[in-house]
């Protein structure tokens, strides 16, 4: 009697430490997995920080060059216009 009593407590003992090794390794995997998803959001979340930087970045460049375009073409036509004027003060001294 003893015998089986120890006996089976000896087989309880083997399946409650199987079923806890087997929730043990569920609840890891299901951590495992949780990790993994949070590591892929965080890529993904530094992906779209890192490519709005450069949309910015590469919007501000063409701004600028833009603005150094218009910049050029006001001097130029500035400068054209102070041309003009002085040959016409000059051409109007002359007379």
Known sequence: MIKEN??????EREDMDQSLLKQA???FDRIRE????????????????????????????ERILQEKREREKMEESLL???????KRLISSSIK
């Open 6 to 11: 120890l006996g089976f407590l000896i087989e």
């Open 25 to 27: 390794s569920e609840e």
């Open 34 to 61: 949780s990790l993994d998803e949070e590591i892929k959001a965080r890529e993904e979340g530094e992906e779209e920080i890192v490519n709005y930087i450069r949309d910015v970045t590469q919007n501000c460049q």
């Open 80 to 86: 054209t216009l102070l041309e003009e004027t002085c």
